[in-house]
């Protein structure tokens, strides 16, 4: 997984985790729990949601692994800070997976 790019200031951001799969058989994963924190440098979740968000599956045809949850407008990410996201799924089978990856603070530009 790489890095995350979220809007600072009064922002909705939307988080989408693609075509989760199971690590053996390569099956698109349905029915999992995907949920996700961010924490700032020192650790400490990032004020403005409650944690950990959960992402919901989009039921697309075909299934494509596909699952997004919309962070509050009031998350505290602001530019030239540091920020990790944890990223953690539990397959319907109890597999469990987890990713952590840089949160790369930015303005909202005209183009974005």
């Known amino acids: 997984m790489s890095a995350l790019r979220l809007f600072s200031g009064n922002n909705h951001n939307v988080l ?17 729990t995907v949920t996700v924190t961010i924490r700032d440098a020192a650790g400490v979740e990032v ?25 509050d407008a009031t998350l505290a990410i602001t530019s030239n800070n540091e920020f990790k996201a944890t990223v953690s799924a539990t397959s319907s089978g109890g597999i469990k997976s987890e990713w952590v990856c840089d949160v790369l603070p930015a303005v909202r530009g005209i183009d974005d």
């Open 16 to 32: 989408e985790l693609r075509a989760l799969k199971d690590n053996v058989t390569g099956a698109v994963e349905t029915g999992a």
């Open 47 to 71: 004020t403005g949601q409650t944690w950990p968000k959960t992402l919901t599956e989009v039921v697309e045809s075909p299934l494509t692994g596909l699952y997004r949850g919309t962070l």
